[in-house]
């Protein structure tokens, strides 16, 4: 009898109940929260549900040394974490995106890439804010990128310049994602006119295939002999475009932007998620950083609403741009261009601006590459 | 060791940037400034290469006439393209989320035929003996 009893004693200390503490518990409500938002709002789902079950996962409560923990060395969750420290599961997601993303809008309206360039100025306002908070260089290029709302990049930088702080990067980073119609439209209506709502835009040209073929190869080429540093990233959205423009590689274009984006976002979507454990997540350092990654997103969206208006000034009546579309210069695709679409619509039911506001929007994921590159070349 | 080796390096790069640049302003200033340079040239590049394309299809001579109906068909595809954006926003008075502007996408690919790859047709057998 004596010894059924200390073996459930033992069995007792070996479960989560006996090693929960209020951290534990806070991180899996997060995770609940997230797997809710993803479910009952349809909020970035393919991303919040991974990441929230990653929380729950990464914050059931264990004993050390039972080899299942992401941190425990050879574990299956590290294996699968390497992908993410390493670095590897980021160029996986933008050869996807490269395979899925259509340039016709940004390669009939390359102006308009412009305004990429200009929302990019969030992420380097939000690293000189971070250093004023106390941030190290590398961690305030690392929480800069949130700023560029592209998780697959924030990722790729913070587990390069501040893997320490990578599970609150991704996580601020994807939130943000999600609360893209949130946070954008109050700033557009706020910069902007009832007249300048109105302006309507051109409809863009018919893009020859041809032009869509070579668009791949110049934007490769010359990017990276300008960041060397953001070659995987760049390299590998270059490649999954052409490999879709090509028009006869079908069947690997289908799998890049199919069943293998599928397979690395639930891979890093999960890692990450799991990496949130909460001795390292909840501390004072991931609430800043949530805090300057909204920072950033308000900084993108003003700099990049506030460059059409600047850009107007000179521009001659009858060729004005409408902007509404500024906000579309982060790299939330196509998010932050149906946010354009939304808000002009609201002002006028007849004006359309998604096919334009795609333009800069696809700019804003070659410019957030570019930046990362850059910060890369600094810092790393 | 490869892994600490570039922490180390890390560290040691924003020692100095930290020491060279406290506020981060001239890391900011020089950042931007080659962001937007990368994005004007590339502007720049698109822009030669539509050029040469459309004046490549401009009416001339004899190919007057299928260059003209070649002018017409990309004013469809344009004004297609409206029609497209249209209908992904009725739609989306429906239903929210991102099945208006992935329809809208589609029809869009659909109208300007970049959907469709080009495939040669011709199945080349090889007798081994």
Not at chain 1, 88 to 99: E, M, R, S
Not at chain 1, 124 to 130: E, H, I, K, P, S
Not at chain 1, 281 to 286: H, R, V
Request: proline share 5%.
């Amino acid at each position: 009898m004596e010894t059924i009893i200390e073996n459930l004693s033992q069995f007792w200390q070996y479960t989560g109940f006996a090693n929960a503490t209020w951290q534990h518990l806070v991180m899996i409500l997060i995770g609940l929260t997230f797997i809710t938002l993803g479910i009952v709002k349809e909020w970035e789902p393919l991303l919040l549900v991974p990441i929230g079950f990653g929380m729950i996962v990464g914050n059931i409560p264990l004993v050390a040394g039972l080899q299942v923990s992401i941190y425990e060395q050879n574990s299956v969750l590290n294996i699968l974490y390497q992908g993410v420290r390493l670095g590897w599961y980021p160029p996986l997601i933008f050869l996807g995106i490269g395979a899925m993303t259509d340039f016709s809008a940004l390669i009939s309206q390359p102006k308009l890439m412009l305004i990429g360039a200009a929302a990019q100025i969030g992420i380097f306002g939000a690293y000189v804010l971070a250093l004023a908070f106390g941030f190290a260089p590398n961690e305030a290029g690392a929480i800069g990128i949130i700023g560029g709302a592209d998780g697959p990049t924030a990722i790729f930088l913070s587990s390069r310049l501040a893997p320490e702080l990578m599970g609150a990067i991704a996580v601020s980073a994807y939130s943000y994602m999600a609360l893209v119609p949130v946070i954008q439209k109050p700033i557009m209506l706020l910069m902007t006119t009832k007249k300048e709502r109105l302006i309507r835009m051109p409809a863009p040209r018919a893009v020859s295939q041809r032009e869509k073929i070579i668009f791949p190869i110049v934007g490769f080429i010359l990017t990276a002999f300008v960041v060397p540093s953001g070659l995987p990233l760049l390299g590998m959205l270059f490649f999954g475009n052409l490999l879709k423009e090509s028009g006869v590689t079908r069947r690997l274009a289908e799998t890049a932007r199919g069943p293998l984006i599928d397979v690395v976002t639930t891979l890093i979507g999960l890692t990450v998620g799991a990496s949130t454990q909460a001795d390292v997540f909840l501390s004072a350092k991931s609430v800043m950083i949530f805090g300057l990654g909204l920072l950033s997103f308000i900084i993108a969206t003003t700099c990049g609403v506030g460059f059409v208006k600047i850009w107007n000034l000179f521009r001659p009546e009858g060729s004005k741009l409408n902007p509404l579309i500024g906000n579309a210069g982060v790299s939330a695709v196509p998010d932050s261009a149906r946010v354009s679409e939304t808000v002009g619509r609201e002002a006028d039911p007849k004006n359309h601006l998604l096919m334009h506001a795609m333009a800069p929007n696809v700019a804003g994921v070659i410019g957030s590459a570019v930046a990362a590159g850059i910060l890369l070349s600094f810092l790393g | 060791m490869t892994t600490t080796l570039v922490l180390l390096d890390v560290a040691a790069k924003a020692a100095r940037m930290a020491q060279q640049d406290p506020y981060g302003w001239i890391m900011t200033l020089v950042a931007v400034s080659v962001v937007f340079l990368t994005l004007f040239l590339l502007q720049y590049c698109y822009r030669f290469i539509g050029w040469a394309s459309t004046r490549e299809e401009a009416p001339t001579g004899v190919h007057s006439q299928k260059a003209a109906r070649r002018k017409d068909a990309a004013g469809k595809a344009g004004a297609e393209t409206e029609v497209a954006a249209a209908i992904a926003t009725a739609l989306s008075l429906e239903a929210s989320g991102e099945v208006p502007a992935v329809i809208g996408l589609a029809l869009d690919r659909y109208f300007s035929e970049s959907v469709h790859d080009k495939e040669s047709y011709i199945i080349t057998i090889k007798r081994k003996y």
